[in-house]
């Protein structure tokens, strides 16, 4: 009995999950609340083509502070970080990380999904 080889990637996975799997998608912490999408879309993308700006709104500020950028492809995310990471933009040190896929649920504690350690 042979098997079939496994699909190139899970189609059970929606588009968010998959681009956090294969390394294509940023989180940008400590953003200048001056900072609009089109200026990410402008800088960030000098390092490749984006898929998707995602910049939370909220409630009386602009914005939250934060950012997740997804790009077609991993390597334009990892230059952007190498770029980007404790760098100064628009006014404001920024963190600029590569986001790790969640993996199961529950249980253990301790670092977060942005790549800091735990408490």
Sequence with gaps: MTSDPAPPFDFSM???????DEGRK??????????????????????GELEDVQLPMGGDKPHKGFAFLTYCKAESATDATK????????GREITCKIVEPRRGGGGGGGGDRYGGGGG
């Design 83 to 90: 770029e980007h990471h404790q760098r100064n933009y628009m």
């Design 26 to 47: 940023i989180f940008i912490g400590g953003l200048s609340f001056d900072c609009r999408e089109d200026d990410l879309r402008a800088d960030f993308g000098k390092f």
């Design 14 to 20: 929606n588009a968010s999950a998959r681009a956090d």
